[in-house]
Nanobody
Framework: QVQLVESGGGLVQPGGSLRLSCSAS????????AGWFRQAPGNERKLVAA???????EYADSVKGRFIISRDNSNNMMYLFMNDLKPEDTAVYYC?????????????????WGQGIQVTVSS
């Protein structure tokens, strides 16, 4: 069973930066697709960024140019670098992975999920 654990969330002022990390208990990031999703209160969980096993990436329009997804296969880690944060980025962020190789924006295609971590952007 694959376990994913997020870290690095917290409170940040608008315009600030955070780095989220996701640690995997197996080498899932080396063989499959992965992504970061977020869910704000009252909203559905949506894709923030995804990366395929071949390192193709896709971003939600709202974060393009501000967020970067990356992966460290040798250490079973995935990251989300978040810059120029805005109050509308406030949400619980989830790390997700799957054994299929191609990336996808649909939450239902990801098998493994972390427990989520809160990111709050506020002055």
């Amino acid at each position: 069973q694959v376990q994913l654990v997020e870290s690095g969330g917290g409170l940040v002022q608008p315009g600030g930066s955070l780095r989220l990390s996701c640690s995997a208990s197996t080498s899932i990031f080396s063989i499959g697709a992965a992504g970061w999703f977020r869910q704000a209160p009252g909203n559905e969980r949506k894709l923030v960024a995804a990366i395929s096993s071949g390192s193709s990436v896709e971003y939600a329009d709202s974060v393009k140019g501000r967020f970067i997804i990356s992966r460290d296969n040798s250490n079973n880690m995935m990251y989300l670098f978040m810059n120029d944060l805005k109050p509308e980025d406030t949400a619980v962020y989830y790390c997700a992975a799957d054994r299929r190789s191609w990336l996808d924006i649909r939450t239902e295609l990801y098998t493994y999920w972390g427990q989520g971590i809160q990111v709050t952007v506020s002055s």
